[in-house]
């Protein structure tokens, strides 16, 4: 067990290593920091003074060193453009991504699973039919057609909620939160359902999937023969079953949240993460650009650890193959 | 949880559900992006100085039409040609009641001086200042300086006390490792405010009851300020009533804002002309297929590149009418521009042809065009457009269009030989246009112009304090820059603000918007 873990945990961290070497090496090639902190009056020589002092003169893997040292400490320095330590700005957008990304798994997770049952069992009804027509433009449509489709009709048209932000937080200290507020509520609606749209069609298609191959078994068979009632059958024995695989997946896909979340948080001007990297991209703000890969970087890692080591202990295949092996 | 967050939420609830609607002159403001710090020295960026405005004040000012106007100072008079003396309003105090005086004058400009402050380059003239009193400041220069009331207008003012005691005599540096107290609060003082920061999120701003102007000149309570990048949310929020102002209207969405009946929009030519710069230094063109020589050395193809581009389709078809063909890379109310200047050329491709095979090209030849795609409004649209105009008269165009980062990087680095770039001038005046665009060793002269005269001239633009004799030697220098043409003129930037219609801010052309003058009706 000890062996495995280890093992899991040096390959996790190498990972992350090489993926923060690569997208840092990649910064030379994003523009030029120094043009975006200084004005246009600034001489050449003050530029090269600038370029100097924040060590960007010297060759890639020194710069990298230097930050995966600081990093280690728990220091991502100081942004270019806000002129604000990055762990805080960090600390600050945190709530926002997380609370976005939370409700858009729920309910990416609980209509995924109901539609996916739904037509899973009813295969060739109409409503089925529709059902997954409709889930077809979600793969299909890009997240921010979507976003500015749901702002027209719902903030423009209808009238009924915010186009944009995060409405009212209430700060708690560690934690600043939307849930509190009915502006915050309000305003989490349209950028959670964005966001959800694509986890949704892929989590309602993979139950859909299951469902059918698992209603084919023989063990359903067999109960149907004795008389057991079928929402018993499809949800106590099928649904049980054919969801090991999805939460699998939809583990791993919560990090693609993570992820992705900032394109339907420029679409929404959501005070997250994503945001904040996007607006570093522009201005070339390498700090908060490094610290955001590397915690992006390290949600995956993680939660690729939790669930290799989940498996090894849910399946009793991987702990054989691997005490055989390590003898 | 404890009581105290208890009561934090209670409070925020009555606040939702009871209080905003009490203030009646409430105005929602967005830009796509925030200020960048609130410490009035530490970037000279456009939204920065949108924010840091309304709360601070300088010596002197711009007013609605961009003419200089007493602030701080009510009077000012050079003793001699490098020594000038400012007189301070009476009365003035800071939002927190502090008087201000001419030490603070001084602190500021010299804070404005030193360490990080991106403010150094504008003034770098000013050798010293000193409070003579409580309410009389003298600033020395390095030789003359006429245009030093311009300079000072873009200088904020805070209070020495509050700087010193919050830890933030200097601005910050860039290698610091902790932010300061200033770039997140301010205090100044100006007709506002600031009473909640949250960085690109909300920034409020309500009446500065202790200001010392005239109170009824607005009848603004209070100003939120919700940054929004995305130029289509923007425009939702605007037309669902979720923000009452922009002063970044999209020019697509205009039509569909003016449809609305209860939004308006307006628009003026903003101080902001954009031009194509050739380099006529270089002996060999880096991206073109004429070696050993360089086309663009000879005024002849400079021109043919000029009569080329069709300005007014581009202004139809691309700008949707919101742009002002230019003749010459600066704009109206600039010290030194003139509308028989402003004229362009007409577009004339047969002469274009014309004139390249008199320069020896009469097959044309092939160049790389650099262009930004987020700087300028429809900036690679516009070269776009270009290419296929400069096509016409048989010259190849590789277009090469790059987030502003990385195109203002070659530019820097010298790596390009046709490019795009836009020049506003703070100062209103010919020789910041002179000095960066145009002398020899100007720092944005990446056209390699040179012309002694010129370079002469650049000189006497800084230090001839005789103001007709001053606007000769302009006159002079565009003359012989016109007739060189090194860079091609293609239009001044027109801006729109967007607003409920009851909501009334005067436009600017540096699109700062002054909410001391605004109403809301």
């Avoid at chain 2, 002159?25 to 960048?36: I, Q």
């Avoid at chain 2, 701003?205 to 000149?217: A, C, I, K, T, V």
């Avoid at chain 2, 209103?428 to 944005?444: I, K, Q, T």
Wanted: hydrophobic fraction near 45%; charged fraction near 20%.
């Amino acid at each position: 067990m000890l062996n495995y873990f280890l093992k899991r945990l040096i390959q996790s961290i190498l990972v992350m290593i090489v993926v923060a070497f690569v997208s840092f090496s990649l910064f030379n090639y994003v523009g030029d920091p120094v043009h975006n902190m200084v004005g246009q009056e600034a001489s050449t020589e003050k530029r090269q003074e600038i370029r100097e002092k924040l060590g960007l003169n010297d060759p890639v893997h020194t710069q990298f060193l230097r930050f995966i040292g600081n990093a280690v400490k728990g220091e991502f320095g100081i942004s270019y453009q806000l002129r604000r330590p990055v762990s805080e700005l960090i600390a600050e957008r945190l709530p926002a991504t997380l609370e976005l990304v939370f409700i858009s798994a729920l309910i990416a997770i609980i209509s995924g699973v109901i539609l996916g049952v739904y037509t899973g069992i009813n295969r060739d009804g109409y409503l089925s039919n529709i059902i997954l027509i409709i889930s077809l433009f979600g793969v299909s449509l890009p997240t921010f057609v979507i976003g500015i489709l749901f702002i027209y009709l719902f903030a423009v048209i209808l009238g009924i909620l915010p186009s944009f932000g995060r409405g009212e937080v209430v700060d708690l200290g560690f934690w600043n939160t939307g849930f509190l507020t009915l502006s915050g509520i309000k305003a989490i609606i349209l950028p959670s359902i964005t966001l959800s749209l694509f986890q949704m069609t892929y989590i309602i298609r993979l139950v859909r999937a299951e469902m059918m191959e698992i209603l084919q078994t023989d063990y359903i068979k067999f109960a149907r023969a004795r008389g057991i009632q079928k929402n018993i059958i499809n949800f106590k024995h099928a649904l049980k079953n054919g969801l090991i695989p999805v939460i699998t997946i939809t583990g791993i896909n919560v990090g693609t949240l993570v992820a992705f979340s900032i394109i339907t948080e420029t679409v929404f001007q959501w005070p997250g993460m994503g945001f904040l990297f996007i607006n570093a991209v522009h201005f070339v703000d390498i700090p908060i650009m490094s610290a955001y890969l590397i915690m992006v970087a390290f949600i995956f890692v993680m939660i690729n650890f939790v669930v290799d080591i989940t498996y090894y202990v849910i399946d009793p295949r991987i702990r054989i193959k691997e005490e055989v092996a390590s003898e | 949880m404890n009581i105290k967050n208890l009561m934090k939420i209670l409070l925020t609830f009555l606040f939702v559900g009871f209080v905003s609607p009490v203030y009646s002159a409430n105005l929602k403001w967005s830009m796509p992006g925030d200020s960048l710090t609130l410490d009035p020295h530490a970037q000279n960026e456009g939204p920065t100085h949108m924010v840091s405005r309304q709360v601070y004040e300088s010596l002197v000012t711009r007013g609605i039409d961009m003419s200089i106007e007493p602030q701080l100072a009510t009077s000012w008079k050079a003793k001699d040609p490098e020594t000038w003396v400012f007189d301070l309003r009476e009365g003035v105090v800071f939002s927190d009641g502090t008087a201000l005086n001419a030490s603070d004058v001084e602190f500021s400009i010299n804070r404005a001086l030193s360490g990080a402050s991106d403010m150094i380059e504008l003034i770098e003239s000013i050798t010293s200042v000193k409070a003579l009193n409580y309410k009389k400041v003298e600033i020395k220069t390095e030789g003359p300086n006429p245009i030093l009331l311009n300079q000072l207008s873009q200088i904020f003012i805070m209070s020495e006390e509050w700087s010193k005691k919050n830890g933030c005599e200097s601005p910050q540096d860039f290698d610091a490792s902790e932010e300061t107290f200033c770039s997140i609060n301010a205090l100044g003082t100006g007709p506002f405010k600031i009473t909640l920061r949250e960085q690109d999120t909300r920034t409020v701003f309500e009446r500065n009851s202790n200001w010392w102007g005239d109170q009824s000149q607005h009848n603004i309570d209070k100003i939120e300020l919700l940054p929004i990048n995305n130029d289509a949310t923007r425009v939702a929020a605007l037309l669902s009533g979720d923000i009452d102002f922009t002063n970044f209207t999209p020019a697509q969405d205009i039509n569909r804002i003016n449809s609305s009946s209860g939004h308006k929009v307006e628009s003026t030519p903003q101080a902001r002309t954009i031009f194509f710069g050739m380099d006529q230094g270089s002996d060999e063109l880096r991206s073109s297929n004429i070696k050993g020589a360089n086309p663009l050395k000879d005024k002849r193809v400079r021109l043919a590149m000029y009569h080329a581009l069709d300005m007014d389709a581009i202004k139809d078809k691309v700008m949707r009418g919101l742009s002002e063909p230019a003749g010459m890379i600066t704009f109206p109310g600039v010290q030194g521009y003139t509308k028989a200047l402003d004229t362009r050329l007409p577009y004339d491709p047969e002469k274009s042809k014309q004139l390249l095979s008199e320069a020896g090209y009469p097959d044309g030849f092939e160049i790389t065009l650099d262009c930004p795609n987020n700087r300028y409004i429809n900036d690679e649209a516009i070269c776009v457009a270009a290419v296929s105009m400069l096509a016409k008269v048989g010259i190849k165009v590789n277009l090469d269009a790059q987030p502003k980062s990385i195109h203002f990087k070659d530019l820097q680095n010298d790596l390009s030989d046709f490019y795009m770039l836009g020049w506003g001038v703070p100062t209103f005046d010919s020789h910041y246009v002179y000095s960066f665009l145009l002398a020899s060793e100007g720092s944005w002269n990446k056209v390699g112009f040179s012309d002694a005269r010129v370079d002469e001239l650049v000189g006497t633009m800084l230090t001839e304090t005789d103001l007709d004799k001053r606007n000769a030697n302009i006159a002079e220098a565009w003359a012989i820059v016109q007739d060189n043409m090194p860079y091609l003129p293609l239009h001044h930037q027109v801006i729109s603000w967007g607003s409920k219609s009851n909501v009334d801010v005067p436009i600017r052309t540096n699109n700062e918007p002054l909410f001391r003058h605004a109403k809301v009706n």
